[in-house]
């Protein structure tokens, strides 16, 4: 399975559905003008739902959070890049690793309990580094920014790892082992663009209102479709290496 443009199919398929939703709203219209049934919904297709949409559809692209994104792209990055992903995936699996990779392992152990031997001295520093105002963890900088230390964390970890292993050289090859996962990260990129439309034409047309979602709950259901489209490159690479591996099998066989 080596078929690129899948990669693409969640893109094509929020496409899809944001089209689906103007022209649902355009008959939610026409019904609502020959009926009056009472819908509370406010239909896309007018004067004032073009409008809106020209006027907000940058604004929608601003509200996804691209901060996350980037950073949840760049600890799937480091692990790939250093090696220390193939190490964790054979260890899962009961796999036997190479003496280098064993001795790498070591190395990341040991950067991983330095930091958080310094994570832990923050925390527990007098002036409160890493908690709240009233020393507490809610509403700390610790509960609040957990995914930026964890990107530090692995960070640290593998870069480590990878430079004990032989994957990286230099700090070139860091930067790279990023600029390839984002490459395999643009058809999610591209697929959260028409999400954003979706989330936004949901919200104008009252249909988060009439479910009595909060804030809140809009945020997650946002968060959920963000997240399916990468979801499913990481589902889509696993099937493709696992056959890749049952062709080189065969060919060694």
């Given at each position: 399975?080596?078929d690129?443009?899948a990669?693409?199919?969640?893109a ?8 689906l939703?103007w022209v649902l ?5 026409i ?11 406010e239909?896309l297709?007018s004067?004032?739902g073009v ?5 907000n559809s940058?604004q929608?692209l601003n ?5 996350t ?6 600890i799937i990055?480091?692990?790939?890049g250093?090696?220390?992903k193939r190490?964790?995936?054979a ?5 036997s ?9 070591v190395?990341?152990?040991i ?5 958080l031997?310094?994570?832990?001295m923050?925390?527990m520093s007098?002036w409160n580094l890493?908690?709240g105002v009233g020393?507490?963890f ?8 957990w995914?930026v230390i ?9 870069v ?6 032989g ?10 082992s990023l ?5 395999l990260a ?5 697929a959260v663009?028409p999400a954003?439309?979706?989330i936004?034409?949901?919200e104008?047309t009252?249909?988060f ?8 709950d809009?945020a997650?259901?946002?968060d959920i479709?963000y997240?399916?489209?990468f979801l499913y490159?990481i ?7 696992k056959?890749?591996?049952g062709?080189e099998d065969i060919e060694?066989s």
């Amino acid at each position: 399975m080596n078929d690129k443009r899948a990669y693409y199919y969640p893109a094509l398929a929020y496409a899809a559905m944001l089209l689906l939703l103007w022209v649902l709203s355009w008959f939610v219209g026409i019904f609502e003008l020959l009926y009056s049934p009472g819908f509370d919904l406010e239909p896309l297709v007018s004067s004032r739902g073009v409008r809106w949409a020209v006027r907000n559809s940058l604004q929608s692209l601003n509200d996804v959070p691209w901060g996350t994104i980037i950073v949840v792209t760049g600890i799937i990055g480091f692990l790939r890049g250093s090696g220390l992903k193939r190490v964790l995936s054979a260890l899962m699996h009961s796999r036997s690793i190479t003496k280098s990779q064993r001795r790498a392992s070591v190395y990341a152990l040991i950067a991983l309990v330095c930091f958080l031997f310094l994570l832990f001295m923050a925390v527990m520093s007098p002036w409160n580094l890493l908690l709240g105002v009233g020393g507490g963890f809610a509403g700390s900088p610790l509960m609040q920014g957990w995914l930026v230390i964890l990107f530090l964390c692995i960070f640290f970890v593998s870069v480590t790892y990878g430079f004990v292993y032989g994957n990286f050289r230099s700090a070139m090859d860091v930067i790279c082992s990023l600029g390839d996962t984002f490459v395999l990260a643009v058809p999610g990129i591209i697929a959260v663009v028409p999400a954003a439309g979706i989330i936004a034409c949901l919200e104008y047309t009252g249909i988060f209102a009439a479910f009595d979602m909060l804030p809140e709950d809009i945020a997650v259901f946002a968060d959920i479709v963000y997240a399916i489209p990468f979801l499913y490159i990481i589902l889509l690479r696993r099937i493709e290496k696992k056959d890749e591996t049952g062709i080189e099998d065969i060919e060694n066989s």
